[in-house]
């Protein structure tokens, strides 16, 4: 079947520290990938995204890369902010629909 | 631009209750999305509608849960009786088109928060 597996959380992180959310998939086909971010109070937001293996997907200094040959889909940022606070999600799109099939999100927590 | 809009943004009642979301999708998204979060869970598809026709309600509980969008725009849910595991964050997000003929961000809403006690 298709699924996500994200890493628990919550990750803990100082300002400036480098930041990486762990994130694989099972999947028939060849889906999209993506990750959403859930700030406090706010609905989903889309962060970034890749539809085939090797894309790079980029976005406010995030950035995350479909490996196909390990089904892994990693978050990483050099220097995170407190502003990053957040809930992130990692997702894939079932391949020629579009049928979302989230993780359970990690939380992210940025100290000054 | 305005977002997906979503009320109530919370909900407390009691189990065997009924209680309905509404949700006013972006103007001119043709498809619209119903999705539970279970705390410490990521969201799940209830059911799909392109315009006002459902594509996919398979995860929909249909034995009390039910969901339309009459005129293809507004979408209500309706949750008859609730459930104590009906607890839960209910999203609601749309996009431009759907049925995968090309990549379309959704957008979701900010969700309705149900607590059944």
Redesign the interface.
């Known amino acids: 079947g298709n699924s ?1 597996t994200q890493m628990e959380g919550p990750v803990t992180l100082s300002e400036e520290a480098f930041l990486t959310i762990n994130c694989t998939y099972t999947a028939t086909g060849y889906p ?1 990938l993506f990750w959403y971010v859930q700030y406090p ?6 962060l970034l ?1 890749a ?1 085939k293996a090797d894309d790079k997907g980029s976005n406010k200094g995030f950035e995350a890369t479909y490996r196909k040959e390990t089904t892994s889909f990693h978050l990483e940022k050099g220097s995170v902010q407190v502003s990053d606070s957040a809930v992130y ?1 990692c ?1 894939l ?1 079932i391949y ?10 990690t939380r992210l927590q940025v100290f000054p | 631009e305005a977002g997906v809009a979503q009320s109530p943004r919370y909900k407390i009642i009691e189990k065997r209750q009924s209680v309905a979301f509404w949700c006013n999708p972006i103007s001119g998204h043709a498809t619209l999305y119903w999705y539970q979060q279970i705390l410490g869970q990521g969201p799940k598809l209830l059911i799909q509608f392109q315009n006002n026709g459902v594509v996919d309600d398979s995860q929909l509980p249909k034995d009390r849960f039910s969901a339309e969008r009459l005129k293809g725009v507004d979408s209500t849910l309706k949750i008859q009786p609730a459930k104590l595991e009906d607890s839960a964050v209910y999203l609601c997000a749309s996009s431009l088109v759907g049925l995968a003929l090309s990549y379309n961000e959704q957008f979701f809403g900010p969700g309705t928060r149900l607590t059944v006690l």
Do not use: H, P, R
Request: no cysteine.
């Open positions: 996500v999209s109070g706010e609905g989903l937001q889309l995204k539809t999600f997702a799109m020629n629909t579009d049928k979302l099939i989230f993780g359970t999100g």
